[in-house]
């Protein structure tokens, strides 16, 4: 093959194909931060924002040029050379290199953590029936909800962060009020509530006042928050559900509340359940609106998506979608040869938070917040549908547009175990999945193809979670440890041992600041820079 010659004649084109500026006579021997530096040029923005930079679907790493990418893809220059360039985060999270906090009280397994939507609160959940919110900032449980009478298998946090949906062993759905409720107004939208609504809102709003003030009259003695008399009372407040859903015959697998662009007050919560169905609740009235049948066998995942639809995995191997409206079956998506275990949308994270950015900020006016978390929505889906992952126990994975179509976009193949979890990153450019195979593997969040394997964990790898930035990404495994991967370089970052016992649960906080992990050591660990 003739060398590479010391010029490109290189075109810029952006995520959708388009043609940035007119082709470039470029040095061959250009690296992705001189890139960065002329496109930031071409584009004329006024301050310079990162990006990185695709030949041949491959990305150009730091410490690469143009000549060695075309070596590589044995690429001709006899024509344009395609520089596909993609906006990166303007911010940066900073990566945890230590242990801040180990929290004790549960008596069993820590099996679910889970931040805020703000980032500003926690709660977990325990082989022991109780749910706990904690405090970050004292590092003590701010609140020790007990009520469920088996294990408390899964966690969501309501948009607005004033509630969390419980789910267990005990085949019922627990809503409980944030401790910072007390502090939020309640703020309610005649329209968009029934007079049966309005009602059970009022008993809400008296519980709420009332709530105030005994806090004001404790308040009024002067002790400190941290007295015991402040403790006791929050405990009175908060250990109790203000909703408990029963319909379910059996355990609940996973819970989903319905995104904040869609209502901007937290009401409607959709849940499923090891008996086959799923259910959609409204948790001001406390009663099931409407049940979606169709599965045969126990539902393991369950995602109220953006576009007004559930999507639902099941052991029966099929993934359904309804209508968030009425329940009814839309389509349903098979290719699966085994159980369905985990599934992810490219919009999770952009659903998750809502109306918050990365610094945990949101409008307080109802209408301004659901109108910023739409467009938060909008702009994590781009320019098509929001994408389907789903992972199952034949080792493999699909690629879906469900709100499309049924047939699936790709096949993913690698893994040689059952796949615990999938995630999509922030942005939804990237799916990672984690399998009993001891590896977890990335993949292109757009096409399916495989971009990279981690490695370095010597037991399964049974959770992972994503920086809100995409440029890293934490897993936990069963043999005790938590590793941060770099995706520039696709190498460990930094080991984090500390736990006893295998992690069940790992989350990485909405804002970026600190990392949550739970375990079969019976507790959670806080984990900063």
Known sequence: MSATPAKVLAQFRNESGEQTGPPLDLPATM???????????????????????????????????????????????????????????VYRVRAVTRCTATLEGHTEAVLVVAFSPDGQQLVSG?????????????????????????????????????????????????IWRSPAYLEQPTIINPAAFSAAALAAAAKVSAASAASKEEDSAVGSSGLPATTREERQRRQRVFNKPVRILKGHRKPITAVSWEP????????????????????????????????????SMSVTCVRWGGAGM??????????????????????????????????????DYALRTGAFDHHGQAPEDPEEARERAEERY????????????????DHTM???????????????????????????????????????????????????????????????????????????????????TLKLWDLKTRKLKIELPGHADEVYSVDWSPNGSSVASGSKDRTLKIWRQ
């Open 378 to 393: 909008l702009t994590a889906k781009g320019d098509g549908p929001e994408r389907l992952v789903t992972g199952s126990d």
């Open 260 to 295: 904040a662009h869609i209502q901007s007050v937290s009401r409607r919560l959709v849940s499923a359940s090891k008996d086959g169905t799923v259910k959609v609740w409204d948790t001001l009235l406390g009663r099931c609106l409407f049940s979606c049948s169709g599965h």
């Open 126 to 174: 325990s082989g022991d029936h109780s749910v706990r919110f904690w405090d970050l900032n004292t590092q003590l449980p701010s609140a020790t909800c007990k009520g469920h009478r088996g294990w408390v298998l899964c966690a969501a946090w309501s948009p607005d962060t004033r509630w969390v949906a419980t789910g267990g062993m005990d085949n019922e759905v627990r």
């Open 31 to 89: 690296s992705p931060e001189q890139l960065n530096e002329l496109l930031n040029e071409l584009l004329q923005n006024e301050e310079t924002l990162p990006y990185s930079f695709y030949v041949n679907e491959e990305e150009l790493s730091s410490g690469d040029t143009v000549a060695e990418r075309i070596a590589a893809g044995g690429l001709s220059t006899e024509q344009a050379l395609t520089i596909v360039y993609v906006p990166q985060s």
């Open 398 to 480: 699909y690629l879906w547009h469900p709100t499309e179509d049924k047939k699936p976009i790709e096949r993913l193949t690698g893994h040689i175990q059952l796949i615990n979890v999938v995630s999509f990153s922030p942005d939804g450019r990237l799916l990672a999945s984690a399998s009993f195979d001891k590896s977890v593997k990335i993949w292109d969040g757009k096409t399916g193809k495989f971009i990279g394997t981690l490695r370095g964990h010597v037991g399964a790898v049974y959770q992972v979670c994503w920086s809100n930035d995409s440029r890293m990404i934490l897993s936990g495994s069963r043999d005790t």
């Open 310 to 347: 559930i999507y639902t995995g099941s052991q029966d191997r099929k993934v359904m979608v309804y209508s968030a409206t009425d329940g009814k079956l839309i389509r349903v998506l098979t290719g699966h040869g085994h159980w369905v275990n985990t599934m992810a949308l490219s919009t």
